[in-house]
Nanobody, 124 residues
Framework: VQLQASGGGFVQAGGSLRLSCAYTGRNFDIYAMGWFRQAPGKERELVAVVSRLGGIVYADSVKGRFTVSRDYANSMVYLQMSSLNAEDTAIYYC???????????????????WGQGTLVTVSS
């Protein structure tokens, strides 16, 4: 399984971006997918993850502004981000969890597959 993220860039506060992640491998092998991020000097944190059962978890800081989605037919995962602010500046990582869980895992150590990261910079 390989993940390839794209779509990062520079945006002004209040703007929008859509991140994309193309993945290889069978959908069956990747139970949950989504995004983590890491800002300078901070720990990596969950942003948004969607499971094959349809469960979705968002970080409190992005609820109502970000939307995660998965396109099984085209092996893509997206993160639509709006109302961006400076605190959203980070490297965003596409992630995949191969374990069939009854919940969406929130710890980065639970995710088996990681993309290379794409940088999002929001100017205030």
């Amino acid at each position: 399984v390989q993940l390839q993220a794209s779509g990062g860039g520079f945006v002004q506060a209040g703007g929008s971006l859509r991140l994309s992640c193309a993945y290889t491998g069978r959908n069956f092998d990747i139970y949950a997918m989504g995004w983590f991020r890491q800002a300078p000097g901070k720990e990596r944190e969950l942003v948004a993850v969607v499971s094959r059962l349809g469960g979705i978890v968002y970080a409190d800081s992005v609820k109502g502004r970000f939307t995660v989605s998965r396109d099984y037919a085209n092996s893509m995962v997206y993160l639509q981000m709006s109302s961006l602010n400076a605190e959203d500046t980070a490297i965003y990582y596409c992630v995949g969890d191969r374990v069939r869980r009854q919940y969406v895992a929130k710890l980065s150590s639970s995710y088996d597959y990681w993309g290379q990261g794409t940088l999002v910079t929001v100017s205030s």
